[in-house]
């Protein structure tokens, strides 16, 4: 259907605010093509066995949709909370720790309510996720940004970071561990640093973990910071990992007082009670699940190996995704291999293109177009 043009000088149309004239909404492309290796999904759909417990569970949460959902939810932050101190090998976080919502977006937008506003500021680095200054903008929170260290490592230290923060003195500082678009994970002294340097003018620090069960042995997560900074947000998804890209459920885990903080701005009744059944049932399912993340891992390794191999930089990824320089036109190439029915995603700096992790024949067929469609002399290591 035709877009709204919001510049139209139709005086019969509502005058749309100033700042969004001219912007088009978020979105990567989605296009029916074989392999869809654009947007981080995990290409795993649920077992027979997990597809039928998610339906017994949602066909239970239909016998009282009638009256709204646990607006609390207590039961799912409990589970949630579980999964953590498994995965992450850290003390279990109380429940009130916990906080759910509908995808990562909206807890980070739930973050920027309760903590950015008017006169305020939110920091990150970049290359950085291209929703954050949305999060910043819909909240009028000013965005700022300091860059990441070249490529193709775009590593992020902590001088560089506590630099930036004292330079700004945001009210919000957003990491990234494994980073979107290039996959790099922060080593814990970066995050102690940022900690310490928002707490000197009080400012929230957001560590977005929505990757983070991707990461590569001996990588440790922020969580295990959570007792040592009270002013340290953790951010998780089930939408990668999880496989639940189409259920919409991320996490938060912080002090309760910061939950508590975005329990006031959070919209009534906000997680629907088939969103909580659904998540719920993935959590009792998850070794199965992670059993998937394993074979990710090891997918992502030997293609970057590949890339590598072909000549091409490749930055470190602790996701399921890669980000690879390539060598000729980015968007010819992205446009031959949308030709050879593999989609990728044209994002980052100049010149790199980004491809998720799939399936074995996913990253098969990814490779075999990829020597047509931007075609090198091998490294003969």
């Known amino acids: 259907m035709p877009q709204l043009d919001l510049a139209s000088p139709d005086t019969a149309l509502p005058?749309?605010?100033?700042?969004?004239?001219?912007?088009?909404?978020?979105?990567?492309?989605?296009?029916?093509?074989?392999?869809?290796?654009?947007?981080?999904?995990?290409?795993?759909p649920p077992s027979a066995a997990l597809a039928e417990d998610l339906g017994r569970a949602v066909r239970s949460a239909a016998a009282d949709l009638n009256r709204y959902p646990d607006r609390e939810f207590l039961d799912l932050r409990k589970d949630l909370a579980a999964f953590l101190a498994d995965e992450s090998a850290i003390d279990e976080p109380r429940a009130e720790q916990v906080w759910a919502a509908n995808g990562s977006n909206e807890i980070m937008v739930q973050l920027f309510q309760a903590?950015?506003?008017?006169?305020?500021?939110?920091?990150?680095?970049?290359?950085?996720?291209?929703?954050?200054?949305?999060?910043?903008r819909d909240t009028f929170?000013?965005?700022?940004?300091?860059?990441?260290?070249?490529?193709?490592?775009?590593?992020?230290?902590?001088?560089?970071?506590?630099?930036?923060?004292?330079?700004?003195?945001?009210?919000?500082?957003l990491l990234t561990s494994p980073n979107n678009p290039t996959g790099t994970a922060l080593e814990l002294d970066v995050v102690r640093a940022a900690a310490r340097a928002q707490a000197e003018h009080r400012g929230l620090l957001v560590v977005d973990e929505a990757y983070g069960e991707f990461r590569r042995d001996g990588v440790p997560s922020a969580l295990t910071l959570l007792p040592e900074h009270a002013n340290l947000v953790v951010s998780r998804t089930m939408s990668k990992a999880f496989a639940l890209a189409g259920a919409r459920l991320g996490y938060l885990v912080?002090?309760?007082?910061?939950?508590?903080?975005?329990?006031?701005?959070r919209l009534p009744y906000h997680l629907s009670a088939a969103t909580q059944a659904v998540a719920r049932t993935a959590l009792?399912?998850?070794?199965?699940?992670?059993?998937?993340?394993?074979?990710?891992?090891?997918?992502?390794?030997?293609?970057?190996?590949?890339?590598?191999?072909?000549?091409?930089?490749?930055?470190?990824?602790?996701a399921n995704f890669i980000l690879f320089r390539t060598v000729a036109d980015r968007h010819?190439?992205?446009?031959?291999?949308?030709?050879?029915?593999?989609?990728?995603?044209?994002?980052?700096?100049?010149?790199?293109?980004?491809?998720?992790?799939?399936?074995?024949?996913?990253?098969?067929?990814?490779?075999?177009?990829?020597?047509?469609a931007d075609p090198v002399e091998a490294d003969p290591r």
């Open 332 to 372: 010819d190439v992205w446009q031959r291999l949308l030709d050879r029915g593999v989609l990728i995603r044209e994002v980052g700096p100049a010149g790199w293109l980004r491809v998720s992790v799939g399936t074995p024949d996913d990253n098969a067929a990814f490779r075999d177009a990829l020597d047509i």
């Open 115 to 136: 903590y950015g506003g008017p006169g305020r500021s939110a920091l990150s680095f970049t290359p950085h996720y291209s929703m954050y200054p949305e999060y910043a």
């Open 284 to 318: 009792a399912h998850r070794a199965e699940l992670l059993g998937q993340v394993a074979t990710l891992r090891a997918e992502r390794d030997a293609l970057s190996a590949h890339l590598v191999r072909r000549g091409h930089d490749v930055a470190p990824s602790d």
């Open 141 to 173: 929170t000013a965005w700022v940004t300091a860059e990441r260290g070249p490529a193709p490592e775009f590593a992020l230290d902590a001088d560089a970071v506590t630099a930036a923060i004292a330079r700004h003195r945001p009210a919000i500082v």
């Open 15 to 44: 005058a749309v605010r100033d700042d969004l004239l001219g912007l088009e909404p978020y979105g990567a492309p989605q296009i029916d093509v074989p392999h869809l290796l654009n947007v981080n999904e995990n290409p795993f």
């Open 254 to 265: 912080a002090d309760p007082a910061i939950v508590d903080a975005v329990r006031v701005v």
